[in-house]
């Protein structure tokens, strides 16, 4: 028995025993607190993915690139920790330089002199709440030291305190730069009239507004050349997430069938993916059937309920799909006939797709360029399918901590480089869309198919369906 009852009835009790003033005692007297619960502190949460050697090689690295490239001020945003109700990612080159899951942070590679900064928040806002002190307990950062000697960063300051370091690194004629995400200028960014700038945009925003006789410097190449090529640590979690993605696309194969929607597949894909250990989706699943399959994602996303057809007898229904393990991607591609056997037209088509694939993968090894790989693929394309194969670049894209890693076009190959091949074929006069996609690692002697253990040609796919 609770609430005012409860009340009405000591009272009368205590009244009834010549004990007024113990009952009015009882009845304003506050629920016992909780016990405060304790600081939290980084380490009881995260752990870089790497040893802090790693880490340290690839600012290193970077800091070369840099020197090499002119020097300066390397700035590397973190993300700004906002979430709703997704779990925290941090931005990509932060992560690869740094292994850290802090918010609102700057990180800084003085080329010039050798160093790396790391500004941040003294306190982790996400752990802050003055009504909810028992829930949102805090959780220092700037001083926490035990961060400190994880990170292996060679100094840490307040983030209140960049401004103030960028001016006096400037009055010095130093050069800034930024990775702007593509070759060529440090563009500037308009602020646009609906939606927002991304961290990047909004980085090289604020610099050319409040130091508007600052150089910015384009230091995409460094990074580009950097992150493109994967280190032995790296390459062990990316086959972690071709393995699960594989696993997920055979989950979802096995539910193929007539009158099925295809956020079915979506979700058995996803579940296989978790139970591989995936912690999430790099992208959203692109699982499209019968007319569906000739539009490109991109337009199938412009509507709300466009990607949920239900397969139909005679239909071909392609995934475009991919896992993430221990921050590392994959992005793998099959096309599945939904009633168990593909026509004549569907299996010649999907065989045009299969040899292009086939021919950039005996193209690969170290010294061709991603640019020689597209006179490859369109060599093994017949000549009336030119039109229909809608990828202009190498038929590909590299894939490491997102599945659009910077890359670089003429870069030579070079062992350790993990790119898709993906040769697409939309054909709306006939109505056939066909796709398939690998996981390709460079090595010493060639190419290494991550995504061999998935079959792609026609036979083997229909089996998929009639096991």
């Known amino acids: 028995m609770t609430g005012p009852r409860r009340r009405r009835i000591v009272t009368r009790w205590f009244v009834a025993s010549g004990t007024a003033a113990a009952a009015w005692s009882v009845m304003a007297s506050p629920a016992p607190l909780a016990a405060q619960t304790p600081e939290q502190r980084y380490a009881d949460w995260a752990r870089p993915d790497f040893r802090p050697q790693e880490y340290e090689y690839r600012r290193g690295r970077v800091m070369d690139g840099l020197r090499a490239t002119g020097g300066g001020l390397l700035l590397t945003p973190s993300s700004d920790g906002t979430t709703h109700g997704g779990t925290f990612r941090q931005l990509e080159d932060f992560w690869y330089l740094t292994g850290l899951e802090v918010p609102a942070s700057m990180l800084v590679l003085d080329a010039d002199r050798g160093r790396s900064h790391l500004f941040m928040p003294p306190r982790d806002p996400r752990f802050e709440n003055p009504g909810r002190p028992n829930d949102f307990p805090g959780r220092p950062l700037l001083d926490d030291y035990q961060l400190r000697s994880i990170a292996g960063i060679d100094e840490y300051r307040d983030i209140a305190e960049l401004d103030a370091f960028l001016r006096d690194r400037l009055a010095e004629g130093t050069t800034l730069r930024v990775n702007a995400g593509a070759t060529g200028p440090v563009p500037e960014p308009m602020v646009p009239l609906i939606g927002a700038l991304d961290a990047t945009a909004a980085l090289i925003h ?57 956020r079915t597949l979506q979700g058995e894909f996803e579940r296989t993916c978790r139970t591989f250990g995936s912690q999430g989706i790099p992208f959203t699943p692109i699982v499209k059937s019968g007319p569906n399959s000739l539009w490109p994602w991109r337009i199938l996303a412009a509507h709300y309920d466009r990607r949920n057809r239900g397969l139909r007898d005679g239909d071909l229904v392609i995934l475009d799909v991919g896992c993430e393990v221990n921050g590392y991607v994959s992005d793998v591609g099959r096309t599945f006939p939904v009633n168990g056997t593909f026509t004549d037209v569907q299996r010649e088509k999907l065989m045009v797709s299969n040899r292009a694939a086939e021919a950039i993968i005996a193209g690969i090894r170290p010294g061709v360029t991603l640019r020689e790989l597209t006179a490859v693929a369109y060599a093994a394309i017949p000549d009336h399918e030119e039109a229909y194969m809608q990828t202009p670049s190498f038929f590909g894209h590299h894939i490491g901590l997102s599945a659009g890693d910077p890359a670089l076009i003429d870069e030579p190959l070079a062992p ?11 054909n709306h006069e006939i109505g056939v869309s066909v796709f398939v996609e690998e996981v390709v690692l460079v090595t010493e002697e060639g190419a290494e ?8 040609e026609p036979g083997e796919l229909e089996n998929m369906i009639n096991p």
Not at 215 to 244: G, H, L, S, Y
Not at 416 to 426: D, K, N
Not at 449 to 456: I, Q
């Open 449 to 456: 198919v991550l995504t061999a253990g998935l079959p792609r």
């Open 206 to 262: 604020r610099l050319q507004t409040d130091q508007p006789e600052a150089e910015i410097r384009n230091a995409f190449e460094v990074i580009a050349r950097m992150r493109m090529v994967k280190t032995p640590a790296e390459i062990q979690r990316m086959r972690a997430a071709a393995d699960a993605t594989i696993a997920g696309i055979l989950a979802a194969a096995g539910r193929i069938r007539p009158g099925v929607d295809e």
């Open 416 to 426: 350790g480089m993990i790119f898709t091949v993906e040769p697409w074929y939309y």
